[in-house]
């Protein structure tokens, strides 16, 4: 079947042939097409281990922005692919599975945001990056979990904020800046899994471990923490410590480059609530496969694109954050 027929049918991908050293074709395609493949840390291994480069989402964004490659292919979720695009709008910009969304995102729907800030225009509006393109584009200032510490200190104490959609993140910064940002009610589904209870019990088998823990987790969860960072941060404090064992509750793709990049180390993934499920593994973030890493760069297809007015407005906040994170060394 060609592609044409596929698309028809409203497939992601279509099957491989599993004669097919797939590791070696997507070498040589991303060669031939000049393609850069970026990957977030909570891809599987293999993505991870083929990725250019593998990082969180401000660094995604940071590669996309200065990248010569022709297409990028971002192995992450769609959010990310639209930053990139909208980021590099000349560029051929893919996703191996169009599917794969964020529940974060979704809890922010750009009309109902719009609406929000409409009644408080008073506000400076503050996104975090897990948030479609068309939030962005009433947003003034983008931020991740690396930066938004800083971005929101950027501001001087009595500016009135709005933050959003992350309801867990917001109070989190609202707690550590002493601000007062009115918050939309948002959280991602991976995130509020992690329970006070289940870590506890870890800790009484590894009394001494580091409780690293992302600040898209429960308020009560980030306060048994040792460290509340993003991915790269606790990656950052992973490597500095001098602890041998780690309970780490994020998306358990996080602990494959903590494993590289400390062999020596024991990284335990904190387990969801319901541990019948593998609920610790974003399962929109799980959706791209290596096959359809290689398809993507065959066909050059599934393919982000962004409305050419949303991303007008859209770039403006995500270049601020970009700015403000060099100014500021991340
Ligand atoms: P990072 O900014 O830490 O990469 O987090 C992205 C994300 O999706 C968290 O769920
Ligand atoms: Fe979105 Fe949560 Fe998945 Fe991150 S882990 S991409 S916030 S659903």
């Not at 990139?84 to 974060?104: E, F, I, M, R, T």
């Given at each position: 079947m060609n592609k044409k027929e596929w698309l028809k049918k409203g497939y992601v991908a279509e099957p491989v042939d599993k004669t097919l050293d797939l590791k070696a074709e997507i070498n040589k395609l991303r060669k031939e097409k000049n393609a850069v493949i970026l990957g977030h840390y909570y891809q599987s291994d293999e993505i991870q281990d083929i990725a250019d480069f593998v990082g969180d989402s401000l660094a995604l964004a940071q590669w996309a922005a200065k990248t010569d490659a022709d297409v990028i292919v971002m192995c992450g979720v769609h959010f990310m692919g639209e930053t990139a695009k909208v980021l590099c709008p000349d560029k051929k910009v893919l996703v191996p599975d169009l599917n794969a969304g964020c529940s974060l995102a979704d809890s922010c729907p750009a009309d109902e945001f719009a609406k929000f800030v409409k009644e408080h225009p008073d506000h400076t509006v503050i996104s975090y990056v897990n948030t479609t393109a068309a939030v962005k584009a009433v947003t003034d200032v983008v931020v991740t979990s690396t930066n938004a510490k800083q971005i929101v200190e950027s501001?001087?104490?009595?500016t009135k904020i709005i933050f959003g959609p992350d309801r867990n993140l917001g109070n989190y910064i609202n707690s550590i800046t002493n601000r007062n940002m009115l918050l939309w009610n948002g959280a991602c589904h991976v995130h509020e899994q992690f329970s006070v209870e289940k870590i506890l019990k870890l800790k009484q088998q590894y009394p001494d471990a580091a409780v690293l823990v992302h600040p898209e987790c429960k308020g009560a969860v980030a306060k048994l923490a040792d460290k509340v960072a993003s991915t790269a941060g606790l990656l950052k404090y992973a490597i500095a410590s001098d602890k041998k064992d780690f309970i780490v509750a994020t998306e358990s793709g996080i602990l494959h480059e903590m494993r590289k990049q400390c062999p020596d180390k024991n990284f335990i993934p904190a387990p969801p609530e319901d541990s019948t499920c593998a609920c610790n593994e974003c399962n929109f973030m799980r959706l791209n496969t290596l096959e359809k890493l290689y398809n993507t760069l065959k066909y050059e297809w599934p393919e982000v694109t962004v409305d050419e007015a949303v991303a007008y407005e859209a770039v403006k906040p995500i270049r601020k954050m970009l700015e403000i994170s060099e100014k500021l060394g991340l």
């Amino acid at each position: 079947m060609n592609k044409k027929e596929w698309l028809k049918k409203g497939y992601v991908a279509e099957p491989v042939d599993k004669t097919l050293d797939l590791k070696a074709e997507i070498n040589k395609l991303r060669k031939e097409k000049n393609a850069v493949i970026l990957g977030h840390y909570y891809q599987s291994d293999e993505i991870q281990d083929i990725a250019d480069f593998v990082g969180d989402s401000l660094a995604l964004a940071q590669w996309a922005a200065k990248t010569d490659a022709d297409v990028i292919v971002m192995c992450g979720v769609h959010f990310m692919g639209e930053t990139a695009k909208v980021l590099c709008p000349d560029k051929k910009v893919l996703v191996p599975d169009l599917n794969a969304g964020c529940s974060l995102a979704d809890s922010c729907p750009a009309d109902e945001f719009a609406k929000f800030v409409k009644e408080h225009p008073d506000h400076t509006v503050i996104s975090y990056v897990n948030t479609t393109a068309a939030v962005k584009a009433v947003t003034d200032v983008v931020v991740t979990s690396t930066n938004a510490k800083q971005i929101v200190e950027s501001f001087a104490k009595e500016t009135k904020i709005i933050f959003g959609p992350d309801r867990n993140l917001g109070n989190y910064i609202n707690s550590i800046t002493n601000r007062n940002m009115l918050l939309w009610n948002g959280a991602c589904h991976v995130h509020e899994q992690f329970s006070v209870e289940k870590i506890l019990k870890l800790k009484q088998q590894y009394p001494d471990a580091a409780v690293l823990v992302h600040p898209e987790c429960k308020g009560a969860v980030a306060k048994l923490a040792d460290k509340v960072a993003s991915t790269a941060g606790l990656l950052k404090y992973a490597i500095a410590s001098d602890k041998k064992d780690f309970i780490v509750a994020t998306e358990s793709g996080i602990l494959h480059e903590m494993r590289k990049q400390c062999p020596d180390k024991n990284f335990i993934p904190a387990p969801p609530e319901d541990s019948t499920c593998a609920c610790n593994e974003c399962n929109f973030m799980r959706l791209n496969t290596l096959e359809k890493l290689y398809n993507t760069l065959k066909y050059e297809w599934p393919e982000v694109t962004v409305d050419e007015a949303v991303a007008y407005e859209a770039v403006k906040p995500i270049r601020k954050m970009l700015e403000i994170s060099e100014k500021l060394g991340l």
